[in-house]
Each structure stands twice: as C-alpha cells, then as structure tokens.
C-alpha cells in the first residue's frame, strides 16, 4: 500500500514536477478566474477538501490517501513560504 509521503514525493513529481511549480500555476489561474490572490498553500487545501467531499459522498480508499497528501503538501508550502 502506498502511504501519503510516497505518493507525494514520487512517481507525481516525475509526472507532473514539483508541486509548488504546480500549485503555483495552479493559484495563478485560480487568482486570475476569481479575481483575488490565491496562494499555492490555499491550492493544496482545496485539493483537499474536495477529496473530502468525494469521501463524504461514497468511500473511496484513495480519497482519504490523496487527502492526506495534499494536506502534507500544504505544509510544505508553509515551509516554503511561511508569510
């Protein structure tokens, strides 16, 4: 079984790049579709709550592990830029 740390730090990185390069691009668009600043910390919350969300309505065992993993990415991003 893969664990939260692994799947944040390894075959997704290969993919898709860091995640703050992703998250950042992520909040770019996001800020510009809503018309206020959107961090790369509020992208990985969000990304969360929706896996929580699809949880609420039906168990999936990988909501809850991709939950996990963007929570641990919000941390990174407070580690990144802790303003």
Same mark, same amino acid.
């Given at each position: 079984?893969i ?8 075959? @997704?990185?290969?993919s *898709? &790049?860091? #995640?703050?390069e992703?998250?950042n @691009? ?6 510009? *579709? %809503?018309?206020? &600043? ?8 969000? =990304?969360? %709550?929706?896996? %929580?969300?699809r949880e609420? *309505?039906?168990h999936? #065992?990988?909501?809850? %592990?991709?939950?996990a ?7 990174? =991003?407070?580690?990144?830029?802790p303003s």
């Amino acid at each position: 079984m893969i664990d939260a740390h692994a799947l944040i730090n390894g075959d @997704r990185q290969n993919s *898709y &790049g860091s #995640p703050a390069e992703s998250f950042n @691009r992520t909040a770019a668009l996001w800020s510009a *579709y %809503l018309g206020r &600043g959107v961090s790369a910390k509020d992208v990985a919350v969000c =990304m969360a %709550l929706l896996k %929580l969300a699809r949880e609420a *309505y039906r168990h999936k #065992p990988d909501n809850l %592990l991709d939950a996990a993993g963007y929570l641990g990415l919000a941390a990174d =991003m407070v580690k990144e830029d802790p303003s």
